[in-house]
């Protein structure tokens, strides 16, 4: 079935440097992703999303890229901080024809910061 | 404002017994629902509620889960009986509304062990 994974299933980054963590997807027709942050015994939480019809969108410290040719994601975070460490997730918000949208998630990158 | 809850954050059974877990949505949030991810593999979605009413229901495995939201309230899940293959990691969501771009708030989750 259609699928989002990611490439990298852990990501270590000097504090203050910046990270990208990397998203691939396979179906076609998603026109709607997001970013989630995980942290160490919460759900995930929203960071960032972007639609299909846009190639870029920022956010505070976070920039999201979304290459349609390739079907790529990435998250860019800047000056990471400690903070930042986590899981990281990328998913995409697909219609499931009951009338109902599933988000379907990658496996995860975790992102561990060096201070 | 409080955000979604769940509880028990933890839960460990043998094989065979029975575990419900329940989930708090945000006030006011018509739509729930619940997602898992078992160990080494995606977060996945399991089914969605508009207030009482299951929309979808696509992602539950078997019929040993059963979900319900009575008074479209608050939700439970039932596992019985449960198996070795059901550990893993249950969170519950709620939007406000039922869009492509709505953002879901999830809960903690709760760590279900089957021994």
């Known amino acids: 079935g259609e699928s989002v994974g990611l490439h990298l299933p852990t990501l270590s980054v000097q504090e203050g440097d910046n990270s990208i963590i990397n998203c691939a997807y396979s179906?076609?027709?998603?026109?709607?992703f997001i970013w989630y942050k995980q942290e160490s015994g919460k759900g995930p939480q929203f960071i960032i999303d972007?639609?299909?019809?846009?190639d870029k969108r920022q956010g505070q410290r976070v920039t999201v890229l979304l290459n349609k040719t390739v079907k790529h994601l990435s998250l860019q975070i800047a000056a990471t901080q400690p903070g930042d460490s986590a899981v990281y997730f990328c998913?995409?918000?697909?219609?499931?024809?009951?009338?109902?949208?599933?988000?379907?998630f990658g496996k995860g990158t975790k992102l561990s910061v060096i201070p | 404002e409080a955000g979604v809850t769940q509880f028990p954050s933890h839960s460990v059974i043998e094989k065979g017994q029975t575990v419900t877990l329940r989930c708090d949505p945000i006030?006011?949030?018509?739509?729930l629902y619940w997602y898992r991810r078992v160990m080494g593999k995606e977060i996945k979605f399991l089914l969605h509620f508009v207030k009482e009413s299951k929309q979808d229901e696509s992602g539950m495995p078997n019929n040993r889960f059963l979900a319900e939201r009575t008074g479209g309230t608050y939700s439970t899940l039932k596992v019985q009986p449960a198996e070795l293959e059901d550990s893993g990691v249950y969170f519950c969501?709620?939007?406000?509304?039922?869009?492509?771009?709505?953002?879901?708030?999830f809960g903690s989750g709760t760590q279900l062990s089957v021994l």
């Open positions: 006030s006011g949030h018509d739509n």
């Open positions: 998913a995409e918000n697909s219609h499931s024809g009951a009338g109902s949208y599933q988000l379907t």
């Open positions: 179906n076609s027709a998603s026109d709607y």
């Open positions: 969501a709620s939007s406000a509304h039922r869009a492509t771009n709505e953002k879901l708030f």
């Open positions: 972007i639609r299909s019809n846009m």
